[in-house]
């Protein structure tokens, strides 16, 4: 059974950081690609950054280009979300998803795909 906990959510003020992480357990970790999505109330799933299983290629949303870090060590079963330079609208709940097939070596972009998700760890971000 895949088993996804996310930690190291919390409060920080605008120009903060903050060190997400995702710990995986029930399939194999090295084959999926992995990614962060957030969802804020009222408002839509956005995916935040993405992250392919062995070579581990690297995608992010415009919107957290160049603050955001997305890592994985696959000895672990961990992934990782660094957030720098936040503002008050990367405040919403983070998730940590798993794509559902292991085919290909790119990891897709479509939401949809990630079909495996943790419970959320909640950033909120103040001025």
């Known amino acids: 059974q895949v088993h996804l906990v996310e930690s190291g959510g919390g409060s920080v003020q605008v120009g903060g950081s903050l060190r997400l992480s995702c710990a995986a357990s029930?399939?194999?970790?090295?084959?999926?690609?992995m990614a962060w999505l957030r969802q804020g109330p009222g408002k839509e799933r956005e995916g935040v950054s993405r992250?392919?299983?062995?070579?581990?290629?690297?995608r992010y949303a415009d919107s957290v280009k160049g603050r955001f870090t997305i890592s994985r060590d696959n000895a672990q079963r961990a992934v990782y979300l660094q957030m720098s330079s936040l503002k008050s609208e990367d405040t919403p709940m983070y998730y940590c998803?798993?794509?559902?097939?292991?085919?290909?070596?790119?990891?897709?972009?479509?939401?949809?795909?990630?079909?495996?998700w943790g419970q959320g760890t909640q950033v909120t971000v103040s001025s």
């Open positions: 992250i392919s299983p062995s070579v581990g290629v690297t």
């Open positions: 029930g399939y194999n970790h090295n084959i999926f690609c």
């Open positions: 998803a798993r794509r559902e097939s292991d085919y290909g070596t790119s990891c897709p972009a479509t939401l949809d795909e990630y079909t495996y």
